[in-house]
DNA sequence: TCCTACAATGGACTAAGTCCAAGTCAAGTG
DNA sequence: CACTTGACTTGGACTTAGTCCATTGTAGGA
């Protein structure tokens, strides 16, 4: 059922109930939440979670690599448990809807080694923006 | 001087002793400067200036185009005043210096039509990520 | 079952940014 | 040039997102 929590607990994690709640509320198909909504979450399963835990729980699988950081929007960092497979993010620059896309070719690749100023670059996170079509449609 | 400032004279700004002066600090070459840094600059030469009105005149010259906001790491958003040339960043994981680059290719193009979900997309971001020369040395 | 190191708690604290009512002033008009 | 007006600025209170830490609780091994 949680593929997220199986992961982490063939890492060593010790299991506590507040874990779970919280791998289980990223787990779902409730993907790109902000740390307050996985809060919000995880109080319905567990009501006496305090949001340090749940803090420093998405600080850890992030840690882990299990969970990605996205900071698309300039509010709350999200939180997309889709790690496992590289993706990037298109954003609706009206109402913030977000999507994974996979672009075709490797961003990587196109960053010329005269253009890496000595830096060893190990990691790539492309944002498209745009309007989705439920705000284009109601413009 | 300020190519900047003749540029936003030319949209039909009021100008003011304070637009003036946020406009020539980010006019120099410290580019990259975070809201707070810019108004620590432009009290250098206008001690009266408040916050409030740094945070407007740099909400406007991005509304305008002619600034560009950088959320590169996680904390304050960054100013690139940078916006007539088209480029993206390159962002040290320790240490959090920025360098403009410019890849290869266009980005935008690699977003093939069934992966935009009906958006219209306007605009892409690249931040690349790595370890500086710098920081290298000192690992 | 008992221990203990790791985890959770919650409340205070910080950083970054927004809001607003009142005062000020740039620049167009006569 | 003086006047007028609406745009601009101010500063302080407020909000939002997140961090810190001393204390209390507990998972899991011996």
Wanted: net charge negative; with cysteine.
């Amino acid at each position: 059922m949680s593929d997220l929590l199986e992961r982490l607990r063939g890492r060593g994690w010790r299991m506590t109930a507040q874990r779970r709640v919280v791998a289980e509320v990223l787990d779902g198909d409730h993907v790109h939440l902000t740390a307050d909504e996985v809060h919000a979450r995880a109080v319905a399963k567990l009501p006496e979670i305090s949001r340090a835990t749940v803090y420093n729980t998405l600080g850890e699988m992030v840690t882990l690599g299990e969970v990605i950081e996205v900071s698309t929007d300039r509010r709350a960092k999200r939180y997309d448990p889709n790690a496992h497979r590289p993706h990037h993010h298109l954003v609706c620059a009206r109402c913030g809807a977000i999507r994974d896309v996979h672009p075709a070719g490797d961003p990587l690749a196109d960053l010329p080694a005269d253009e890496r100023f000595g830096f060893t670059v190990s990691d790539v996170e492309v944002t498209y923006r745009g309007i989705c079509p439920n705000c284009a449609a109601t413009a």
